[in-house]
């Protein structure tokens, strides 16, 4: 059954770098999205992308993020200086029609 | 903010069926029912979805009410490794973001 991937699975990094976080969503899929879960609270919703533009967007999706779709089929998320409240599981994904969205295992960041 | 509540947590044997309420009382016309389950340190999984009419499928049933303000979830013949923490979310289906709630706990025991 495809599957979303991200890699890396955990990624630490010292405050003020910047972090690529990278997904391959499954294949015939359309609709791309980032969410991000701070330990121990709820799933945030970052951004989502359709037809290689920002299709959506939430007030935590600011000048430090951007998103890309590379190629046909990476879709990333860069933090371009990275502080300590970016610490959390970044996830991402796929949709075919936009409706039902199927995520991948989540990258682990952790900033210090 | 979230548009349901959920119970914060619910236990069922093993075996058994798990019914997971939501009360989705401003839910409107063009907003569907979705409902995912994030197991212990995974991401997120899509279980079912409805607008109207109950759904069923491998995983689950979905029941909604006739005035569409609430739904259940059934699990039918649960085991341990359902146990989750599922999340009922309202969408329209041209709006992008799932907006999380809470979700509930549910522990299948033994």
């Known amino acids: 059954e495809p599957e979303v991937t991200q890699t890396p699975s955990h990624q630490v990094t010292q405050m003020g770098q910047e972090v690529i976080l990278r997904c391959v969503p499954i294949?015939?899929?359309?609709?791309f999205y980032w969410y991000r879960q701070i330990l121990g609270q709820k799933v945030e919703f970052l951004v989502s992308?359709?037809?290689?533009?920002?299709?959506?967007k939430s007030e935590i999706f600011d000048d430090q993020f951007s998103v890309e779709r590379p190629d046909g089929s990476n879709f990333t998320l860069k933090i371009r200086s990275t502080k300590l409240e970016d610490s959390a599981m970044y996830f991402c994904?796929?949709?075919?029609?936009?409706?039902?969205?199927?995520f991948g295992p989540g990258t682990r960041l952790t900033v210090l | 903010d979230a548009k349901t509540t959920q119970p914060t947590s619910m236990d069922c044997a093993e075996g058994r069926a798990a019914n997971l309420p939501c009360n989705h009382s401003?839910?409107?016309?063009?907003?569907?029912v979705y409902w995912y389950r994030q197991i212990h340190s995974q991401g997120p999984q899509y279980i079912i979805h409805?607008?109207?009419?109950?759904e069923t499928n491998e995983m689950a049933s979905l029941i909604i009410t006739e005035d569409r303000k609430s739904s259940t979830l059934i699990l039918p013949h649960a085991t341990l490794r359902d146990t989750a923490v599922y999340y009922c979310?309202?969408?329209?289906?041209?709006?992008?973001?799932?907006?999380w709630g809470a979700g509930t706990k549910l522990i299948i025991k033994p």
């Open positions: 409805g607008l109207k009419n109950n």
């Open positions: 979310i309202v969408r329209t289906d041209s709006n992008y973001q799932l907006i």
């Open positions: 994904a796929s949709s075919i029609q936009g409706m039902e969205q199927f």
């Open positions: 992308f359709y037809n290689n533009e920002i299709s959506e």
């Open positions: 294949s015939n899929h359309l609709y």
């Open positions: 401003t839910i409107s016309g063009n907003e569907y």
